[in-house]
């Protein structure tokens, strides 16, 4: 960091504001823990101090600072907020003694950072109500991401946020809804609010109670997937609930700009959006084939012992539930999806990695990259029968320049290279082949669900500590979309 040119003072001075944002969660926190008094006060107290002190100390030391911020500065901050929140965030796990391993801590709560939703709490009912609260509070933070929130306060300290916000979201064909990136955050930061306190309306009517509607709305529409249930949304049982969490993931998983499209009645750029299209589409087809797969898996005699409307509609809303909650990388589990047919495994891997819309808060590739690499193909064979003629590639009626497309190849290129290395990782610590496939795909999409071991209830508590340090990096290098990360390893980015 030291090197010529890097801007650190203004560095400390952003992460010092991010730290003390961090300190009013951790009090919201308290505040729960006030209310139900359950012995974790110390916990929250000592991390409430000591992000108030470390953000202090790093304002003071950033003071008069240069506000121009630049790309390197950008890559250094997002990543380095992320490890530093995990550091403090883990405190109320482990000072309560809910999680006294630091490796575990460590693991759940960049899990919850990075809206993940990898657990290795078996125990989930048992946890003190604002252990369950800060567990779900981590996730909404971690969901529109920590740099865009931050974006919306960051002119008060004299700050320009543009690079941070490049940085923290690396999805190509962004749809500027305001010039001004601070401008832009506050937009999609009210949109996200609108939106939980609204499920949360809906979960309470549906029959759960306050608490654990606001945590199930903190984490569905940050689609990170953390639940004060072990058995997830299946502990209810209500088909209710089921349809309002399927219709707040999916649209969690919509790209939070076309929102404000739609509030300030710009509806062409919403119905000529092409990945809201595709979004769509798949969530439809995949559906119907996983519906399609669970019907034909039923036998005869199973079938004959039901209502014919009551079956199709059962059997329909759990491909759908599964469907939408691994296609946003939510992860809630409602059913034991282990028992459906394998080729359904492989269709929730395929979802796993493509992830949905880019500007939302979901994980994997994105769909909007899926697609253009598939034009890319597509193009290439036109091009490959006339050799000689000129085809541009178009996405939502604009051309995309040959360096963009250059960008997305190598993304999904680098995306299955570190897929399959870790695979080999993973299997060399010891896990079965299922669980070393999903739990790689899970951890680097920020599912969190997995098959086999890592499936519906189940937890990575039982996985080697080398193997939880490894997969807590693969989820930060997940969350921040690869290249922000790993650019750090580079010699070539700390050079001028």
């Given amino acids: 960091m030291a090197s010529i040119g890097f801007n650190y003072k203004l560095s400390l001075k952003i992460l010092g504001s991010l730290l003390l944002a961090e300190s009013f969660f951790l009090l919201t926190a308290l505040g729960i823990e006030i209310i139900y008094a359950e012995g974790s006060t110390a916990g929250f107290i000592t991390a409430i101090c000591t992000s108030t002190f470390s953000g202090t100390a790093f304002l003071f030391a950033g003071k008069n600072a240069p506000t121009e911020i630049g790309k390197r500065e950008g890559f250094v901050i997002v990543t380095g907020i992320w490890i530093l929140f995990t550091l403090i965030g883990l405190l109320p796990f482990r000072i309560g003694g809910n999680i006294p391993d630091f490796t575990n801590a460590f693991f759940e709560t960049m899990s919850g950072f990075t809206t993940t939703g990898a657990s290795i709490l078996d125990n989930i009912e048992q946890q003190p109500h604002s252990i369950l609260f800060w567990r779900s509070l981590t996730q909404w933070i971690g969901g529109l991401g920590i740099i865009v929130i931050m974006l919306a306060i960051l002119p008060l300290f004299g700050i320009t946020g543009t690079q941070l916000f490049a940085a923290e979201s690396d999805a190509p064909a962004k749809d500027k809804i305001h010039p001004k990136a601070s401008e832009t955050a506050k937009r999609l930061f009210l949109i996200y609010v609108a939106l939980t ?3 949360t309306f809906l979960l309470k009517a549906a029959g759960m109670n306050w608490f654990d509607a606001a945590c199930h709305s903190f ?7 953390f639940s004060t249930k072990q058995d997830s949304i299946a502990y209810w049982n209500s088909p209710t609930i089921e349809y309002i969490t399927i219709f707040f993931m999916i649209f969690s998983g919509v790209n939070f700009s076309l929102y404000y499209f739609l509030i300030t009645l710009k509806g062409k750029k919403i119905f000529k959006n092409e990945e809201l299209k595709y979004y769509f589409l798949i969530l439809l087809v995949f559906t119907v084939l996983i519906t399609t797969s669970n019907l034909i898996a039923v036998s005869d005699n199973d079938f004959s012992q039901k209502q014919t409307w009551e079956f199709f509609e059962k059997t329909g809303r759990e491909s759908l539930f599964m469907v939408s909650s691994i296609m946003t990388t939510t992860g809630y589990t409602a059913y034991d999806y282990m028992r459906w047919m394998p080729f359904t495994w492989i269709m929730l891997l395929i979802l796993m990695i493509s992830g949905a819309s880019s500007g939302s808060t979901s ?3 994105k769909l909007v990259r899926v697609v253009l690499v598939f034009k890319f193909c597509y193009y290439e064979f036109k091009r490959m029968i006339h050799p000689n003629a000129v085809f541009p590639m178009r996405y939502n009626g604009h051309i995309v320049r040959n360096e963009v497309i250059a960008r997305i190849v190598a993304f999904a290129l680098l995306y299955c290279i570190l897929i399959m290395l ?15 496939v999903s739990g790689m795909i899970a951890c680097l999409s920020d599912v969190g669900s997995g098959l086999g071991e890592f499936g519906h209830s189940g937890s990575f508590v039982v996985i080697p500590p080398f193997t939880k340090w490894f997969l807590s990096f693969v989820m930060l290098v997940g969350r921040l979309e690869l290249f922000t990360v790993l650019l750090l390893f580079t010699p070539a980015f700390w050079k001028r």
């Fill in 219 to 225: 984490t569905t529409i940050a689609t990170g997937g």
């Fill in 363 to 365: 994980g994997g590739i």
């Fill in 422 to 436: 870790g695979i080999l990782v993973l299997s060399f610590t010891g896990l079965g082949f299922i669980e070393s």
């Fill in 197 to 199: 306190i609204v499920e």
